[in-house]
């Protein structure tokens, strides 16, 4: 699903360059679910944000479901974007006026899906979440675990190939991260290939195979037994 080669990506800013990403080689099978450790200023964020074509590597190869991306126009790498890849945010990225089931169905307006086909959709991946009751609540009017639940049920209804999460538990509390854990290995079991971004060992042992990344290297690659987050929750 995934296939990226000698990942370079440096920032400049004014004489100073820092190079992040230092050679980075993986690839991701269909329905996998991978975490992305390592510490504050790893370089995880920019992984991620490459491998969801939100910004672009300096050199080196990135293959997503046998399309190379590379000098992709603006026009063709968000349909892409669109098509393939779901994100998750750690401040949950929701719009704060309207509510779970319109923010759920938003992605989907902007994709041309008529009306009824959208709201029918943003309430079946409300449903999936186990928010059904609260799908006309604002987010203001909702917990932080069942905002994520929200930004989940959004990911999930332009059906992606690939979810790609920034520390999805990064603003939850510990049982809330669990069970937010929980839904996501269960969307796991169900087949969607996931990439959980986090700087926290438990939650890395919830999904399949950490990769470790260390000053933008890639210092360990490797598959775990994974701890169901259910016995916690
Ligand atoms: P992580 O997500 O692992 O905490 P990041 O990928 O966000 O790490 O950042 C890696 C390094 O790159 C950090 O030192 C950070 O300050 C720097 N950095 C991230 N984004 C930018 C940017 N847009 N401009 C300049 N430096 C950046
Ligand atoms: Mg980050």
Same mark, same amino acid.
């Given at each position: 699903?995934?296939?990226?080669?000698?990942?370079?990506? %440096?920032?400049?800013?004014?004489?100073?360059?820092?190079?992040?990403?230092?050679?980075?080689? /993986?690839?991701?099978?269909?329905?996998?679910?991978?975490?992305?450790?390592?510490?504050?200023? %790893?370089?995880? %964020?920019?992984?991620?944000?490459?491998?969801?074509?939100?910004?672009?590597?300096?050199?080196?190869?990135?293959?997503?479901?046998?399309?190379?991306?590379?000098?992709? &126009?603006?026009?063709?790498?968000?349909?892409?974007?669109?098509? /393939?890849?779901? /994100?998750?945010?750690?401040?949950?990225?929701?719009? &704060?006026?309207?509510?779970?089931?319109?923010?759920?169905?938003?992605?989907? /307006?902007?994709?041309?899906?008529?009306?009824?086909?959208?709201?029918?959709?943003?309430?079946?991946?409300?449903?999936?979440?186990?928010?059904?009751?609260? %799908?006309?609540?604002?987010?203001?009017?909702?917990?932080?675990?069942?905002?994520?639940? $929200?930004?989940?049920?959004?990911?999930?209804?332009?059906?992606?190939?690939?979810?790609?999460?920034?520390?999805?538990?990064?603003?939850?509390?510990?049982?809330?991260?669990?069970?937010?854990?929980?839904?996501?290995?269960?969307?796991?079991?169900?087949?969607?290939?996931?990439? $959980? $971004?986090?700087?926290?060992?438990?939650?890395?042992?919830?999904?399949?195979?950490?990769? &470790?990344?260390?000053?933008?290297?890639?210092?360990?690659?490797?598959?775990?037994?994974?701890?169901?987050?259910?016995?916690?929750?």
């Amino acid at each position: 699903m995934i296939q990226i080669k000698d990942l370079h990506k %440096s920032y400049h800013m004014g004489n100073n360059s820092l190079h992040v990403l230092k050679g980075i080689n /993986f690839d991701v099978k269909e329905g996998e679910l991978v975490s992305i450790m390592g510490s504050s200023g %790893s370089g995880k %964020s920019t992984l991620l944000n490459i491998l969801g074509m939100l910004d672009e590597a300096d050199t080196g190869s990135y293959v997503l479901d046998g399309v190379p991306i590379k000098n992709l &126009n603006e026009k063709i790498a968000a349909r892409y974007r669109n098509e /393939f890849l779901g /994100f998750i945010f750690q401040s949950f990225n929701l719009i &704060n006026y309207k509510s779970a089931v319109d923010n759920v169905a938003l992605p989907m /307006f902007y994709k041309g899906v008529p009306r009824k086909e959208r709201v029918e959709k943003a309430h079946h991946y409300l449903e999936k979440v186990g928010l059904a009751q609260w %799908s006309h609540h604002l987010p203001s009017e909702l917990s932080g675990g069942q905002k994520q639940r $929200v930004a989940i049920a959004r990911a999930l209804a332009s059906e992606p190939k690939v979810l790609l999460a920034d520390e999805p538990t990064g603003a939850l509390d510990t049982k809330t991260s669990y069970e937010v854990m929980d839904l996501i290995q269960g969307i796991n079991d169900e087949g969607k290939t996931i990439l $959980v $971004v986090t700087h926290e060992e438990d939650i890395a042992h919830m999904t399949k195979r950490i990769v &470790n990344l260390k000053d933008g290297i890639i210092i360990d690659d490797s598959p775990v037994k994974q701890v169901r987050a259910q016995q916690y929750v």
